[in-house]
């Protein structure tokens, strides 16, 4: 499913009307009929009042086929045209117009106290925002500037048409004034600001509904932002052939551990087996083996000499050793106390996809020159403060400019970068952006990193494309959180290690 931004929207638009031949009345009408289809499950009784507060532009025009959808099926509908009647232009005038000749009445703005209307509207169970969509432009004006933190001040079920009033759609760093929404549903494509926050927050529940723009329409204009759909998951998660053997599900080699670290390597390598890798190797500092050993049965292990309780950093540069795999993780746990020369090693001879994540990544600032002609594929999953630390920016600007920032980088160093995050996203090195939808707030804490980490090496031995591969393993990460805290896990309390055990139960859905 693409992801766009208003403008993009709008060029989409364009091309279904001018290209296509679709007429704009049409996709209005289609879009108006689809909002309501999608919310009558939500209106409880049809002697509740419903509002539906109309702007001037088509986002407006989308409210009055709602309003006069929903009259026609015995809603009772205060329908509240917010500018003048002569301002309403285009295809929303004609919408008003086929709205006025049904009979129905309009209550203008204009023609009542600001007192009056807001009892009125306290008088409605729902609110159907149809304010401003797409084409808000520049801080909010009269009289949207007030009418929409009164209506947030009411408490109200509101619905928003296509997104929140007042909130951009573009990936959004602050929100001056917004609609808070109950619920969102979004038009054709999602907008960028549904994957962003502050900006998410003021979505509430959000849908997307078909209003029937072609996808040659779509694809056209933009093909380079997605969301990672459980349909995407279903059709690309590899299945496993009854003759296949554990030679044929990859052997991993993951570099993990050090004296004060010992769950990290347990963590990944338990997780890199629950998604059906075939051999992993854990190549850890001997003075944490008998520690890590105790808690893992399926493994095998690769002692490393230790230096400063880490791994000794010249131990790891034994070509043999690397070409006996087919994909190699490093860094969950293995400390900053060296120089970390074993990962420039890697890099260069390695020729296979390495994954680099945690104290992997601290390292990798070092040679970070190193990865543009890299042999194999990389994939980086660092969280903000990772990514941060990589390009020199503070926190606060990468999750300000999440999308941006990281589709440079994975464009600039030709990485796979897994920005870890709520909506984690995944940027191949031709700048594609592939938006997770799965996850919670319970995935917010030490230790999940290190399951995502062998989770994606997991699978990137499985399949050839290592986008979907990348993009399951954050699916099924975010959805084993989304799973427990589901079935009485509080989001306080999910271990890292509850993903990895719940993992076979999250498989058997797809
Ligand atoms: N393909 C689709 O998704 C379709 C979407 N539709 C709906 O159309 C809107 C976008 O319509 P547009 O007319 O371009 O924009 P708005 O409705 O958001 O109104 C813009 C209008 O508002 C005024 N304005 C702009 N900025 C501000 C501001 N900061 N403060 C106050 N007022 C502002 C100005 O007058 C502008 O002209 C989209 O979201 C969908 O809901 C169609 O139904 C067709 C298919
Ligand atoms: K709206």
């Given at each position: 499913?693409n992801?766009?931004?208003?403008e993009e929207?709008h060029?989409?638009?364009?091309y279904?009307?001018e290209?296509?031949g679709l007429?704009?009345?049409l996709?209005?009408?289609n879009a ?5 289809n999608?919310i009558l499950?939500?209106l409880e009784?049809?002697?509740d009042?419903?509002?539906v507060?109309?702007g001037?532009g088509?986002?407006?025009g989308?409210?009055?086929?709602i309003?006069?959808s ?5 809603y009772?509908?205060d329908?509240w ?7 309403v ?7 008003m117009?086929v ?8 209550l203008?703005f204009?023609?009542?106290t600001?007192e ?6 306290t008088s409605?169970t729902?609110l159907?925002d149809?304010?401003l969509g797409t ?7 009269s009289p949207?500037k007030?009418?929409?933190?009164a209506v947030?001040?009411l ?6 048409v296509d997104l929140p009033s007042?909130l951009p759609?573009s990936?959004v760093?602050e929100?001056?004034?917004?609609i808070?929404a109950t619920y969102?549903v979004t038009?054709?494509?999602p907008?960028l600001s549904a994957?962003t926050y ?6 509430g529940?959000?849908s ?6 072609p996808?040659?329409?779509i694809n056209e204009i933009s ?8 349909k ?5 998660l590899p299945v496993?052939?009854p003759?296949s053997?554990k030679?044929s599900h990859g052997k ?6 050090s ?5 990290a390597p347990?963590l990944t390598?338990?997780?890199?087996h ?10 850890i ?5 008998e520690v890590?050993?105790?808690q893992?049965i399926e493994?095998?292990?690769?002692l ?13 540069s ?13 860094g969950?746990?293995i400390?900053?106390?060296?120089t970390?020369?074993f990962l420039?090693?890697l890099l260069?001879d390695?020729q296979?996809?390495?994954i ?8 990798l ?8 002609t ?5 994939i980086?999953?660092p969280h903000?403060?990772?990514?941060a630390?990589l ?7 990468v ?6 920032l990281?589709k440079?980088?994975?464009?600039q ?6 920005l870890k995050?709520?909506?984690t996203?995944?940027?191949t090195p031709?700048?594609?952006?592939f938006?997770?939808?799965t996850?919670?707030s319970?995935?917010?804490?030490g230790g999940s ?11 990137v031995m499985q ?8 993009s399951?393993?954050a699916f099924?990460h975010?959805?084993a959180?989304?799973i427990?805290?589901?079935?009485g896990?509080?989001?306080l309390?999910v271990l890292?290690?509850?993903l ?8 058997d859905?797809?």
């Amino acid at each position: 499913m693409n992801v766009v931004t208003g403008e993009e929207m709008h060029q989409i638009d364009r091309y279904a009307i001018e290209e296509i031949g679709l007429k704009e009345e049409l996709l209005m009408e289609n879009a108006g009929l689809a909002f309501v289809n999608c919310i009558l499950p939500l209106l409880e009784k049809k002697t509740d009042r419903v509002a539906v507060l109309i702007g001037v532009g088509n986002n407006g025009g989308d409210g009055f086929v709602i309003s006069r959808s929903l009259l026609e099926k015995g809603y009772q509908v205060d329908v509240w045209l917010i500018p003048p009647l002569e301002k309403v232009k285009g295809t929303a005038k004609y919408h008003m117009e086929v709205f006025a000749k049904c009979g129905y009445q309009i209550l203008n703005f204009e023609n009542f106290t600001y007192e009056h209307f807001l009892e009125k509207l306290t008088s409605c169970t729902y609110l159907i925002d149809a304010l401003l969509g797409t084409g808000i432009r520049g801080s909010l004006r009269s009289p949207y500037k007030e009418i929409i933190p009164a209506v947030n001040k009411l408490d109200r079920t509101v619905i928003s048409v296509d997104l929140p009033s007042g909130l951009p759609s573009s990936e959004v760093c602050e929100v001056e004034e917004a609609i808070k929404a109950t619920y969102t549903v979004t038009l054709q494509c999602p907008k960028l600001s549904a994957f962003t926050y502050p900006a998410r927050e003021y979505y509430g529940e959000l849908s997307v509904v078909d209003i029937g723009i072609p996808r040659l329409a779509i694809n056209e204009i933009s093909n380079e932002r997605f969301l990672w759909t459980e349909k995407d998951v279903k059709r690309t998660l590899p299945v496993r052939k009854p003759s296949s053997h554990k030679g044929s599900h990859g052997k991993a080699l993951i570099i993990a551990g050090s004296k004060t670290m010992t769950g990290a390597p347990v963590l990944t390598t338990k997780a890199c087996h629950r998604l059906g890798a075939g051999l992993v190797t854990l190549a850890i500092p001997d003075v944490a083996h008998e520690v890590v050993a105790s808690q893992i049965i399926e493994a095998t292990f690769h002692l490393c000499s230790s230096k400063n309780g880490e791994i000794n950093d010249t131990h790891l540069s034994d070509k043999q050793l690397k070409d006996r795999y087919d994909a190699i993780a490093v860094g969950p746990g293995i400390g900053r106390n060296n120089t970390g020369s074993f990962l420039k090693t890697l890099l260069t001879d390695f020729q296979k996809p390495i994954i680099i994540d945690a104290d992997g990544l601290y390292y990798l600032k070092r040679y970070i020159s190193t990865l543009r002609t890299r042999g194999g594929a990389t994939i980086l999953t660092p969280h903000s403060g990772e990514f941060a630390f990589l390009i020199n920016e503070s926190i606060k600007t990468v999750e300000e400019n999440r999308f941006s920032l990281s589709k440079q980088f994975a464009m600039q160093h030709g990485v796979y970068l897994l920005l870890k995050g709520p909506n984690t996203i995944v940027t191949t090195p031709t700048g594609n952006q592939f938006i997770n939808p799965t996850g919670n707030s319970a995935l917010a804490k030490g230790g999940s990193g290190d399951v995502l980490t062998g989770m994606v090496l997991a699978l990137v031995m499985q399949q050839q494309d290592l986008q979907p591969a990348i993009s399951n393993a954050a699916f099924l990460h975010g959805k084993a959180a989304d799973i427990l805290t589901s079935h009485g896990f509080s989001p306080l309390s999910v271990l890292a290690s509850d993903l990895v055990e719940i993992m076979p139960q999250v498989l058997d859905r797809f």
